[in-house]
């Protein structure tokens, strides 16, 4: 599965530690992360991610276009939600296409704790879901 890690700030200590506690399901897995997330991610608990702009320059935007191209199967997002954002405007915009695209998407530690054992279970079948729709439609 293709899974997106993105941080603000205060919460890159928290997905460092999600990151580094579950290593072992994660690297089982194809990561992409904007820049200065996967910079710290990747020193700290060395795994192999796929690293785009950071987020103020356009790395959230280019994860969306990911999803857009249905090429992003999770996104796990620990955002900030008592610092205002200069690109509000693009955080809004991926957590927006995660839901046109029906994408799982954590947006702090907890929901995260809670998707990736269930990745780890194997207890996704919303793609299949998604894809019998599709013929259906
Ligand atoms: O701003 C971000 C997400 O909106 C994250 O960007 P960085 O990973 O580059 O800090």
């Not at 192999?48 to 997002?77: C, H, N, W």
């Not at 954590?106 to 079948?125: C, P, R, S, V, W």
Request: proline share 4%; aromatic share 6%.
């Amino acid at each position: 599965m293709n899974i997106a890690l993105i941080a603000h700030d205060k919460k890159k200590k928290d997905i460092i530690q999600f990151a580094k506690s579950y290593h072992t399901i994660l690297s089982k897995h194809q990561l992409f992360a904007t820049g200065t997330t996967g910079k710290q991610i990747s020193e700290s608990s060395g795994l192999s991610i796929t690293r785009y702009q950071s987020g103020p320059l356009g790395g959230d935007q280019q994860i969306g276009a990911k999803i857009a191209a249905e090429e992003m199967d999770m996104v796990i997002f620990f955002r900030d939600p008592l610092t205002a954002q200069p690109h509000e405007p693009d955080i809004s915009a991926l957590l927006r296409l995660c839901d046109v695209h029906q994408i799982p998407v954590a947006t702090n530690l907890a929901g995260a704790d809670i998707m990736i054992k269930a990745l780890d279970h194997e207890d996704f079948e919303w793609r299949t879901i998604i894809e019998e729709n599709r013929k259906q439609e």
